[in-house]
């Protein structure tokens, strides 16, 4: 008997300039440059994070971002993305906001300060701008020498539709 040899397909292997041909984003590119000016090296598991933060109109979670990264570089792990965006994180290059789901959500930092009220009965989101908060900080200043970062929070309540 006679055996043919039979071939196994293997997961593609992504190396960096592959990667940068499909990192095209203006935001994404400036956050990879600023981890690069600051000694962090671009890999393309980081590149591909980055990517997919840009690629999302709206916050991203974790979970979602491995997804997305998983396609095109199947051999990343769940840990390097929760890594990265704790890098991202701590050197102020994305935000963290909890919006009431059981897990958090990112998105570039320099989208803008912006909160966020979220209905506790529908979920219906609303935006809401940093100026109407103002006062508030000004008074958590002045009443108790506290200066607060509101750079990025949800506040729960009830949304005028469900309250009615």
Known sequence: MHLQPIAIASPPLYNIAEVRMEHRGKRAQRVGDALRERG????PQRMLILTALEGSDDH???EEIYAQVCAKYPQVNISTVYRTLELLKSLGLVTETD????????HFADKGHHHHLICENCGATIEV???LLLPLKRALLKEHQFKAN???FAI???CARCRG
């Open 129 to 131: 701008e940093e100026s």
């Open 40 to 43: 962090y090296r671009l890999t």
């Open 99 to 106: 919006l009431g789901e059981g897990r958090v959500r990112y």
């Open 60 to 62: 991203i979670s974790a």
């Open 150 to 152: 509101l750079s990025h």
């Open 156 to 158: 729960f309540g009830r």
